[in-house]
């Protein structure tokens, strides 16, 4: 269907929706536009969704065509962009859905090119930006000297491909630590008091510290605890050449490492039961945030009995495994919930950027719970595997932390 052969009322509304797709397109405010519902001549294709991006500096906007097996990407510049959903519409989708910064417009056509549109207020959302391939939101800069130190960047604060992993690791643990601090009941005005055991090379330790003091401006005391001595001394080097004040790197092991204070507590990758030890050493210190990312699950696994209907899926050495470390983390959830924290279990990083994955976090509750019901839950767990023991449920009773 041609543009002139539509009804004044759909020819209106049109022409409002191109004028706030060229609005937007002016004031680089637009978010996105996705075109759906169509009705063309290539049975393959299901939608258009169209950004900006720079091309060799100069704006355009990025049109990714969606087909059943495969993405095509066109970017043309805005005038041209502007001419092309002009083409599209009505005579190929009819369905266009405009999200700026400050409006969200949805123009529908249905039978005998009958058109309605809906105008929204667009809720708040982060300024696009134009780069092309742009990276999702980073909460460290580039150009942090401890990356350049660390090695994650050269002398020119460029990424080196090498510690791509790495750097998005590093990135995606202080996304999910900022969140947590946000929902914590964590008093900004106060020092924190932070420790990392199994701090190793001290990425992720250097990280949190410069998030805290440089980009939120907070006074934190940061302690990474290591096992290694030359790791120890590499760090303490590094943060003094670096002058991160508050810094420091000791010898220890979360078993018998006894802080003053700990606001929050991390251990990423704490082998066996060192993961049990360290949630412990949190809980018993009242931190305000764990971080945990458990590896290896040995203790559960020899105790657990399957069950009869399970066994024929767990005979397989594989599954067994899984079922263990699934049981594992859950009890210790179960357990951080008993001792009044919010707790969530998720994938930290993909698969592809490494095989230990999970992330435990828990943030205390602003108001104690009643653990009876837990308690229950974990028993009902423990003797449907025939589970005798659970080391954190020991290092917690010992403390009489449930009576």
């Not at 780069?131 to 942090?144: G, S």
């Not at 510690?163 to 900004?188: C, Y």
């Not at 949190?208 to 940061?222: C, F, I, K, W």
């Not at 991160?244 to 979360?254: A, K, S, W």
Request: aromatic share 6%; with cysteine; proline share 4%.
């Amino acid at each position: 269907m041609s543009v002139d052969s539509l009804p004044t009322r759909a020819t209106d509304q049109r022409a409002q929706f191109l004028a706030q797709l060229e609005t937007s397109l002016q004031q680089n405010t637009l978010v996105k536009l996705v075109l759906s519902k169509y009705r063309g001549d290539e049975p393959e294709l299901q939608r258009v969704v169209a950004r900006l991006v720079s091309v060799k500096a100069q704006p355009c906007l990025s049109f990714v065509y969606s087909y059943k097996t495969r993405d095509i990407t066109k970017n043309l510049p805005l005038d041209q962009a502007l001419a092309r959903v002009a083409e599209l519409l009505p005579g190929a989708f009819k369905n266009a859905h405009l999200l700026s910064l400050t409006e969200e417009l949805q123009l529908t056509f249905g039978k005998q090119a009958k058109s309605q549109l809906f105008v929204g207020k667009a809720v708040q959302r982060e300024t696009p930006t134009a780069e092309h391939n742009r990276e999702k939101k980073r909460y460290l800069a580039l150009d942090r000297p401890f990356l350049t130190d660390l090695g994650v960047t050269d002398a020119r604060q460029v990424l080196v491909p090498a510690m791509a992993r790495k750097w998005k690791q590093i990135n995606k643990f202080i996304e999910v630590f900022a969140h947590a601090l946000n929902g914590s009941t964590l008093d900004p005005q106060q020092p924190l008091h932070a420790v990392d055991f199994g701090s190793g090379k001290g990425y992720l330790t250097f990280a949190l510290h410069d998030y805290l003091s440089h980009s939120l401006g907070r006074q934190a005391e940061v302690r990474g605890v290591e096992l290694r001595e030359d790791m120890v001394a590499l760090c303490n080097a590094a943060a003094a050449r670096l002058e991160h004040p508050g810094l420091l790197f000791q010898h220890g092991d979360v078993r018998s490492y006894t802080p003053a204070r700990i606001d929050v507590m991390i251990a990423l990758h704490a082998c066996d039961v060192a993961t049990d030890y360290a949630l412990h050493l949190g809980i018993r210190s009242e931190a305000a945030i764990i971080l945990c990312s458990p590896c290896c699950h040995k203790q559960i696994r020899p105790q657990m009995h399957s069950p009869a209907m399970l066994r024929p899926m767990l005979q397989y050495g594989v599954h067994l495994g899984q079922e263990a470390e699934m049981v594992t983390d859950s009890l210790r959830a179960l357990l951080l919930e008993a001792c009044g924290y919010e707790t969530k279990v998720f994938e930290f990083v993909s698969l592809e950027h490494t095989n230990k994955n999970k992330m435990i976090l828990a943030v205390k509750r602003a108001t104690p719970v009643e653990p009876a019901e837990l308690l229950a839950k974990i028993e009902g767990i423990k003797a449907f595997y025939g589970i005798q023991e659970h080391c954190l449920e020991t290092l917690l009773r010992a403390d009489r932390r449930f009576g």
